[in-house]
T-cell receptor
Framework: GENVEQHPSTLSVQEGDSAVIKCTYS??????FPWYKQELGKGPQLIID?????GEKKDQRIAVTLNKTAKHFSLHITETQPEDSAVYFC????????????FGTGTRLTVIP | DAGITQSPRHKVTETGTPVTLRCHQT?????MYWYRQDPGHGLRLIHY???????DKGEVSDGYSVSRSKTEDFLLTLESATSSQTSVYFC??????????FGQGTRLTVV
């Protein structure tokens, strides 16, 4: 099955700085890569996703890049704010969409005011 | 939370007892999923359903069973709970072309 590795496990940044979280995947058939944000006591919520026919996608302060050749994808958050503090999970799906998601182990992001 | 309700939200049970967790959705999504979340493991798929009475195993299905008799309800049963099943359980729903929407989670402690 698919194996997704995520780094770093914890990340602290000063407010206003950028944060980058990286993931690698093993199954070349994976074609859908979502990123989820989980706040304390809540379920994960999608913040951005990318499909394998696109190399980069941006939504305001959040961007995701995908390198299919190297099998890695990254989340970039610019101008970080305290409310960005949360646990972030990457995932990969060999079947596309919400079906059969394999998750990374998570990154706890702390934005220091 | 895309109309997903998990019950109970918290439960403490004894080793060897059966436990059923319920997921109810109002989105009419075809797919429903049960994940468990443990430190250092992220979220791992237990079972999923692609329609009424259609279910399949996920990555960590041993010790768990599921049932889906209606589109809106997906039940997860631990036939005989063990301490290794202490975890936070998340239900999710979605379609082939959409993201997965997660519920608020159920914290289960097996003592």
């Amino acid at each position: 099955g698919e194996n997704v590795e995520q780094h770093p496990s914890t990340l602290s940044v000063q407010e206003g700085d950028s944060a980058v979280i990286k993931c690698t995947y093993s199954d070349s058939a994976s074609n859908y890569f979502p990123w989820y944000k989980q706040e304390l006591g809540k379920g994960p919520q999608l913040i951005i996703d990318i499909r394998s026919n696109v190399g980069e996608k941006k939504d305001q302060r959040i961007a995701v890049t995908l390198n299919k050749t190297a099998k890695h994808f990254s989340l970039h958050i610019t101008e970080t704010q305290p409310e960005d503090s949360a646990v972030y999970f990457c995932a990969a799906s060999p079947r596309g969409g919400a079906n059969n998601l394999f998750f990374g182990t998570g990154t706890r992001l702390t934005v220091i005011p | 939370d895309a109309g997903i309700t998990q019950s109970p939200r918290h439960k403490v049970t004894e080793t060897g007892t059966p436990v059923t967790l319920r997921c109810h959705q109002t989105e009419n999504h075809r797919y429903m999923y049960w994940y468990r979340q443990d430190p250092g493991h992220g979220l791992r798929l237990i079972h999923y359903s692609y329609g009424v009475k259609d279910t399949d195993k996920g990555e960590v299905s041993d010790g768990y069973s599921v049932s889906r008799s209606k589109t809106e309800d997906f039940l997860l049963t631990l036939e005989s709970a063990t301490s290794s099943q202490t975890s936070v359980y998340f239900c999710a729903t979605g379609t082939v072309n959409t993201e997965a929407f997660f519920g608020q989670g159920t914290r289960l402690t097996v003592v």
